[in-house]
């Protein structure tokens, strides 16, 4: 008997829920499906996307998840990279007499001199007692060799890291820097040795680089997943972190710095290192109309093309189910004042034609990024807390709505939309993009911050 072919996925044919493919069984469809924690690079022409061990409904398999993909949309499976659980992460969580997860999370993966590295994520039902390992290979399909430990964490003790989702940047003079943590006390950093990928120092956890507020004595929630990247244009280091429960509120938060050891500055000039929460918080659950919204976004992956253009990878979990989890990748682009904003839809390769004053008037659903404190983590966290569009609409004679003295100026790429006598200026980013919820081919899409950086969202309607 033949083999089935694949199913290849197109724009068309991605939907928010996969109950017929979902299963380990279908494994060769799941294309964009059951993915989590995404970790993508560019090799040649094709991207590689590394993520934890998930799947809807069904026992997962341990050994972290690969697929490949040409366009960013349709994701072929390649397999695990891992025959089960690595041996000797398996072997430290045993020493301290717990029990591993039958599952590895958070991979991070990156490529040094012919070397491709895969970092893993160890934990168990023991609180804090987690590892995070680093295997080699010389493709980035494998196999992998697995080479050590690079930093554990074990319950007790004065510092309460929890070694899981590592991230490592390397700086234009070649030191690597680690990043990684997930609740307790936050994000911690330490040096890598280059040659061998591991801890300059052996049995270094680091120092602490970032944490949550706190409110009335409760963690306002969780922070984890930190991406570290070096933007050469803008000479600086960003740290995208995680905040809140994985399957409601989880949200994307930014900081940046000038050195890689930090410290890391949010929007207002705070250092994300002290008992305050951070913006812009750039990506949260959102729902435009005609669509049950999505959740859970965040945990990211930040990879960019050969032309430098930057991309953020995550899952999304759909409103009306979210236990199901969908790969997104949009694309990012950057203020004239260095922050990262993204796309309010997922990359479709759409067509980038010129968009003039003319083609900007009319309809939009916009969204304005607030946030609720909900102290707490997976208990007390139990709704998404969606960001909801509401209507925008953009004059011919250069007002908005029915405002006369709500404008709005366009400089491409830059539209400004400038709200009472300037107490609230959008500078939003245009482009065109798919209108995924309408099943439009394109449309004009919006993307910024405002003067409090609080971020906005928009899409043309009609």
Not at 22 to 48: F, L, R
Request: hydrophobic share 30%.
């Amino acid at each position: 008997e033949e083999p089935v072919a694949a199913k290849v996925y197109t724009v068309d044919n991605i939907t928010d829920t996969y109950y017929d493919v979902a299963g380990v069984e279908n494994v060769a469809n799941w294309g964009p499906y059951n993915v989590h924690d995404p970790s993508v690079i560019k090799v040649g022409t094709t991207y590689y996307c590394y993520n934890t061990d998930v799947s809807f409904g069904s026992d997962v398999r341990p050994g972290i998840q690969i697929r490949k993909s040409e366009d960013l949309i349709n994701w072929e499976w390649i397999g695990w990279a891992f025959n089960g659980l690595p041996s000797k992460g398996a072997a430290y969580i045993r020493s301290k007499g717990g029990t591993p997860f039958q599952a590895l999370w958070a991979p991070y993966v990156m490529k040094v001199g012919d070397e491709y590295r895969l970092y893993y994520s160890l934990s168990s039902s023991t609180g804090r007692l987690s590892t995070m390992g680093l295997a080699t290979s010389d493709s980035p399909e494998g196999p992998w060799v697995e080479k050590d430990l690079v930093v554990s964490s074990e319950p007790g003790g004065p510092v309460q890291t929890n070694a899981i989702d590592p991230s490592v940047v390397v700086t234009p003079a070649g030191e690597h820097w680690f990043y990684y943590g997930s609740a307790y006390d936050g994000i911690y950093k330490l040096k890598l040795n280059p040659q061998t990928g591991l801890a300059a120092s052996p049995g270094d956890t680091g120092s602490r680089v970032a944490q949550r507020g706190f409110t009335n004595g409760i963690v306002n929630g969780n922070i984890e997943g930190p991406e570290v990247i070096y933007n050469e244009d803008q000479n600086k280091y960003y740290m995208f972190i995680a905040y809140d429960w994985l399957q409601t509120k989880y949200n994307v938060r930014v900081g940046r710095s000038d050195t890689p050891d930090g410290p890391f500055y949010d929007f207002n000039g705070l250092d994300i290192n002290t008992e305050e929460d951070n913006g812009p918080m750039i990506l949260a659950p959102y729902r435009f109309d005609e669509h049950s919204g999505w959740q859970g976004v965040s945990h990211p992956g930040v990879f960019k093309d050969d032309s430098g253009q930057y991309y953020m990878a995550h899952q999304g979990r759909p409103g009306e189910n979210s236990f199901f989890m969908v790969l997104h990748v949009r694309k990012i682009h950057w203020t004239e004042d260095g922050w990262p904003i993204v796309s309010p839809e997922r990359f479709a390769d759409v067509a980038q034609t010129t968009i003039t004053d003319t083609d900007l008037v009319g309809n939009y659903e916009q969204i304005i990024f607030g946030y609720t404190v909900t102290p707490g983590y997976a208990d007390e966290q139990r709704y998404p807390d969606f960001q909801n569009s509401i209507d925008l609409t953009l004059n011919a004679d250069g007002s908005i709505n029915t405002n006369a003295n709500d404008v709005w100026s366009y400089d491409a790429p830059w539209l400004t939309l400038n709200f009472g006598d300037g107490t609230f200026v959008d500078k939003l980013y245009v482009e065109r993009g798919r209108d995924w919820e309408n099943e439009v081919e394109s449309t004009i899409l919006l993307s910024g911050l405002n003067n409090e950086g609080t971020a906005i969202w928009g899409k043309k309607i009609n």
